[in-house]
């Protein structure tokens, strides 16, 4: 099993209102629904466990992905490509790491 994480904070006067309710009503719903997709979740980091200061990212995706090849097929659909233009309009540079249980 794949798993892509992504990692980023908002741009400046992005609002956290706004991106979450995309996130929750339109973003989720639809990356859940690709057959290539096992689970994909957004989250908002709350803290450190260990250390003092704030994390340095402000959300975390992850995305289990069974098939990498099926993945990149559905990512090109209109749905997945209008989602990801609207994920730029909040994310500041988001880092999109692919990771393997090991």
Same mark, same amino acid.
């Given at each position: 099993?794949?798993? /892509?994480?992504?990692? !980023? =904070? ?5 609002? /956290? +209102?706004? #991106? ?7 973003? *989720?719903?639809?990356? =859940? ?8 979740? *957004?989250?908002? +980091?709350? $803290?450190?466990? @260990? ?7 402000? #959300? @975390?995706? @992850?995305?289990? /992905?069974?098939?990498?090849?099926? !993945? ?10 209008? $989602? ?6 909040? +994310?500041?540079?988001?880092? !999109?790491?692919? +990771?393997?249980?090991?």
């Amino acid at each position: 099993m794949n798993t /892509v994480i992504v990692l !980023f =904070n908002l741009k400046p006067g992005a609002s /956290v +209102a706004d #991106y979450e309710k995309w996130a929750r009503e339109q973003d *989720v719903p639809t990356v =859940n629904a690709l057959a290539s997709v096992d689970r994909f979740e *957004v989250l908002r +980091a709350n $803290g450190l466990l @260990i250390g003092e200061g704030k994390p340095p990212y402000e #959300y @975390i995706e @992850i995305i289990r /992905v069974p098939d990498m090849a099926a !993945f990149g097929a559905d990512m090109a659909g209109e749905a997945v490509q209008a $989602g990801a233009a609207q994920l730029q309009k909040f +994310a500041d540079n988001p880092i !999109f790491i692919l +990771a393997e249980s090991i």
